[in-house]
């Protein structure tokens, strides 16, 4: 993502002078023979493994993009609420358009209804209003589906693959390719949730450590795995009779493109299966290279799009404060929460290192510290952000990259302790934005402190007022009754 390279271009170099790897996804498969199945599949016994097909070694941006996505995962426990409508674009503009406001009008088998209620989902997000009618058509559509993380998609398309199958059949029939063995076992949870009452239904996982003994034909119905193994397991083994499927599955597109091979080994994938195999691809963002590639996987598609929902700055008070050092910006710091009764506050620093510093001095002075750093594993990241969520710590520091994505709804105080700039110095707007931002129809009030130490931060600052035309207004943080006044 171009608007992170600044911090990304920073934490790789810190990366690669300290020889720590910045990556989350674990480097070596381990070797075994068992396949995991949707009743026997164990979290330990999988994550024993791991996907590392494909993937050169530098190739950071896929793995930052594969690691942010499954951070996401991790942490979301809820839909993302939007009220963006969805745009739809039929295959066959003359055929009425079915959406459903209820599970119910969705005619599903009743094992399958009741493993959907008993996720909580009382009724379909707003993407599933539109994509599960088209998914669950007779005859089957294809699909092309793009809407931010955390709306839904991958809740419709394992119910899509669940409603098709016919468990007394014992051989795949669906096959859904995701970017990392990681991914890919989020949704094989997701599977194992969905299905919990349709036991009679099995999953098996595709991925480089599942080693099979040459000749076996699968049994199970669904197989969810990366793309490399998935097409090894359909030609070079023939584990699969590709000629059998009835739905492709191809999930995190913009993820999938990232890595090279990904997209060649989806597409041959894609030629093995018959003509009448329902093909769905999703994906979050859709830049103009995931969606030449969608053309190529889904042939004749009907596309969903959910725009993202807009953030805004209206609702937020912007600071800055003028300092000649760090030392000098963390006594800033200092002097505000002295002053102010901050609840919780994100703190954003350029490089990891400084984001060391501070939380250990902030812990110094008796703060509760989260800190997010570029060495950390995804899950360790996610353990992180869901204890600040939980309001254990009060303070999460971190850099940008660390943070990208990562929506903690109750922080209303955003302190970028540095000013996002991008890999040529300029100001970078857009994380800018993004990091103190609110979505308008929340009309959640927010705080944001701006810390300058040079002439240089002062011209970003400039600059980033008259990107959004909104004044940022100097704070005097040795004048306790001024910083009381912005509490108010
Ligand atoms: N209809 C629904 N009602 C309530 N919760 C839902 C519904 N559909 C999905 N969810 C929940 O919302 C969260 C996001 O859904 P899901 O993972 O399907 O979204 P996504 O668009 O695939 O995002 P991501 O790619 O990040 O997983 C999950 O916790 C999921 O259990």
């Given at each position: 993502?171009?608007?992170?390279?600044?911090?990304?271009?920073?934490?790789?170099?810190?990366?690669?002078?300290?020889?720590?790897?910045?990556?989350?996804?674990?480097?070596?498969?381990?070797?075994?023979?068992?396949?995991?199945?949707?009743?026997?599949?164990?979290?330990?016994?999988?994550?024993?493994?791991?996907?590392?097909?494909?993937?050169?070694?530098?190739?950071?941006?896929?793995?930052?993009?594969?690691?942010?996505?499954?951070?996401?995962k991790l942490i979301r426990n809820n839909l993302v609420n939007t009220?963006?409508?969805?745009?739809?674009?039929?295959?066959?503009?003359?055929?009425?358009?079915?959406?459903?406001?209820?599970?119910?009008?969705?005619?599903?088998?009743?094992?399958?209804?009741?493993?959907?209620?008993?996720?909580?989902?009382?009724?379909?997000?707003?993407?599933?209003?539109?994509?599960?009618?088209?998914?669950?058509?007779?005859?089957?559509?294809?699909?092309?589906?793009?809407?931010?993380?955390?709306?839904?998609?991958?809740?419709?398309?394992?119910?899509?693959?669940?409603?098709?199958?016919?468990?007394?059949?014992?051989?795949?029939?669906?096959?859904?390719?995701s970017p990392t063995y990681e991914l890919a076992l989020q949704t094989?949870?997701?599977?194992?949730?969905?299905?919990?009452?349709?036991?009679?239904?099995?999953?098996?996982?595709?991925?480089?450590?599942?080693?099979?003994?040459?000749?076996?034909?699968?049994?199970?119905?669904?197989?969810?795995?990366?793309?490399?193994?998935?097409?090894?397991?359909?030609?070079?083994?023939?584990?699969?009779?590709?000629?059998?499927?009835?739905?492709?599955?191809?999930?995190?597109?913009?993820?999938?493109?990232?890595?090279?091979?990904?997209?060649?080994?989806?597409?041959?994938?894609?030629?093995?299966?018959?003509?009448?195999?329902?093909?769905?691809?999703?994906?979050?963002?859709?830049?103009?290279?995931?969606?030449?590639?969608?053309?190529?996987?889904?042939?004749?598609?009907?596309?969903?799009?959910?725009?993202?929902?807009?953030?805004?700055?209206?609702?937020?008070?912007?600071?800055?404060?003028?300092?000649?050092?760090?030392?000098?910006?963390?006594?800033?710091?200092?002097?505000?929460?002295?002053?102010?009764?901050?609840?919780?506050?994100?703190?954003?620093?350029?490089?990891?290192?400084?984001?060391?510093?501070?939380?250990?001095?902030?812990?110094?002075?008796?703060?509760?510290?989260?800190?997010?750093?570029?060495?950390?594993?995804?899950?360790?990241?996610?353990?992180?952000?869901?204890?600040?969520?939980?309001?254990?710590?009060?303070?999460?520091?971190?850099?940008?990259?660390?943070?990208?994505?990562?929506?903690?709804?109750?922080?209303?105080?955003?302190?970028?302790?540095?000013?996002?700039?991008?890999?040529?110095?300029?100001?970078?707007?857009?994380?800018?934005?993004?990091?103190?931002?609110?979505?308008?129809?929340?009309?959640?009030?927010?705080?944001?402190?701006?810390?300058?130490?040079?002439?240089?931060?002062?011209?970003?600052?400039?600059?980033?007022?008259?990107?959004?035309?909104?004044?940022?207004?100097?704070?005097?943080?040795?004048?306790?009754?001024?910083?009381?006044?912005?509490?108010?």
């Open positions: 993502m171009a608007t992170d390279s600044w911090a990304q271009a920073v934490d790789e170099q810190e990366a690669a002078a300290e020889s720590i790897g910045s990556l989350q996804i674990k480097d070596k498969p381990e070797e075994n023979g068992t396949v995991l199945n949707a009743t026997n599949s164990t979290n330990s016994a999988a994550k024993s493994e791991s996907e590392a097909e494909s993937k050169p070694a530098d190739d950071d941006d896929k793995d930052d993009k594969a690691a942010q996505s499954l951070l996401n009220t963006n409508q969805v745009e739809v674009l039929q295959k066959d503009p003359n055929s009425p358009l079915y959406s459903v406001k209820s599970f119910e009008e969705l005619r599903l088998k009743p094992q399958l209804l009741q493993g959907v209620y008993a996720m909580g989902f009382n009724r379909p997000s707003k993407i599933q209003e539109t994509a599960l009618p088209m998914m669950l058509a007779e005859p089957p559509q294809n699909l092309i589906a793009q809407s931010q993380s955390g709306t839904g998609k991958t809740a419709a398309f394992v119910l899509a693959m669940l409603s098709h199958v016919d468990p007394n059949n014992k051989y795949p029939q669906c096959l859904c390719v094989g949870k997701v599977i194992e949730q969905m299905g919990k009452y349709y036991p009679e239904v099995k999953l098996v996982y595709a991925i480089r450590g599942n080693k099979l003994q040459r000749g076996m034909k699968l049994q199970e119905q669904i197989v969810i795995g990366t793309p490399g193994t998935m097409l090894d397991w359909c030609s070079k083994f023939k584990f699969i009779d590709p000629k059998k499927i009835k739905v492709f599955v191809l999930d995190e597109a913009d993820v999938m493109i990232a890595t090279q091979g990904h997209q060649d080994q989806s597409i041959r994938i894609q030629r093995m299966l018959p003509k009448n195999c329902q093909m769905l691809l999703f994906s979050a963002t859709f830049e103009e290279t995931v969606w030449s590639f969608a053309q190529r996987i889904v042939p004749d598609p009907n596309i969903i799009k959910l725009k993202r929902e807009e953030e805004t700055l209206d609702t937020i008070k912007q600071y800055f404060v003028l300092c000649n050092s760090k030392e000098e910006k963390f006594q800033a710091l200092c002097n505000i929460y002295g002053a102010i009764t901050i609840a919780q506050a994100m703190i954003f620093c350029h490089t990891r290192r400084t984001a060391g510093w501070l939380a250990g001095e902030l812990s110094r002075e008796g703060h509760q510290v989260a800190l997010l750093s570029g060495e950390m594993q995804v899950e360790q990241r996610a353990a992180v952000i869901e204890r600040f969520r939980d309001g254990k710590e009060k303070v999460l520091v971190t850099t940008n990259v660390c943070a990208r994505g990562i929506d903690v709804e109750q922080v209303s105080v955003v302190i970028n302790f540095d000013l996002p700039v991008d890999k040529d110095g300029n100001p970078d707007n857009e994380t800018y934005l993004h990091r103190i931002g609110r979505t308008g129809r929340f009309g959640k009030r927010g705080l944001a402190i701006n810390m300058v130490d040079s002439k240089m931060s002062m011209n970003i600052l400039n600059r980033i007022q008259d990107h959004f035309n909104k004044k940022i207004e100097r704070l005097d943080t040795d004048d306790l009754d001024e910083i009381e006044k912005i509490a108010s």
